[in-house]
């Protein structure tokens, strides 16, 4: 079946150092959604990609679709505690049906 | 203020027994959606509904059953026949009507066994 795999599956940084998450999927993606879980926290929505090749910035996070539609990264630039949770990448294809990867945990030492 | 609510927070199950987890949202969404959540893992679709009167089935649906009589409303029951019913289940929704747009979701509610 459609699968969407993220790693790495837990990084532990110093705060300042920089982060990457990566996601690929099994299958082309109509979007790929990108949502961040605090700890203790439910899911919260961050951003959409939709066009291939599309990198969007929030601040300290930059989003990045792959060309073929199929793969994504978040990469924080200097992390700080705040940043502290599980990012999941979620992969759209049709219907109604988001296809969630198991998230990357992000440990920030102050 | 628009959104989903979850209850109860904490919920505890004895054996053989059913539990109904409740989700409710104001936010005049289309679609909703269960998840269950295991330690340290992604999100796994049990239910889905796009429309009132209307579930689909998910990856994981063995175990729980649905309900949606009213938009607003998509409660889920945890049977007996789960074996292994102890997670955090999250609610979602999204709309209108398309499947792709951002997930909103609830607090959650963890579920144990006694």
């Known amino acids: ?85 599980t990012y999941f990448c979620a992969g759209y294809t049709g219907g109604f049906k988001t296809i969630f990867g198991a998230g990357t945990r992000l440990f920030v030492k102050a | 203020d628009g959104g989903i609510t979850q209850s109860p927070k904490y919920l505890f199950r004895k054996e053989g027994q059913n539990v109904t987890l409740s989700c409710e949202q104001n936010l005049n969404h289309d679609a909703m959606y269960w998840y269950r959540q295991d330690p340290g893992q992604g999100l796994r679709l049990i239910y889905y509904s796009q429309i009132v009167n209307d579930f689909q089935k998910g990856d994981i649906a063995e175990g729980y059953s649905v309900s949606r009589e009213k938009k607003e409303s998509f409660p889920l029951t945890v049977t007996s026949a789960q074996k292994n019913p102890t997670a955090f289940y999250l609610c979602a929704s999204n709309g209108p009507f398309r499947g792709d747009q951002p997930q909103h979701f609830g607090d959650g509610t963890r579920l144990s066994i006694l």
Request: glycine content about 8%.
């Open chain 1, 1 to 85: 079946g459609q699968q969407v795999m993220q790693i790495p599956q837990y990084q532990h940084v110093q705060e300042g150092e920089d982060f990457t998450t990566y996601c690929n999927s099994s299958t082309t993606l109509s979007n790929i959604q990108w949502y961040k879980q605090r700890p203790g926290g439910h899911p919260v929505f961050l951003i959409q990609l939709v066009k291939s090749g599309e990198v969007k910035k929030q601040k300290r996070l930059t989003f990045q679709f792959g060309e073929a539609k199929k793969n994504s990264s978040l990469h924080i630039t200097a992390t700080q505690t705040t940043d502290v949770g």
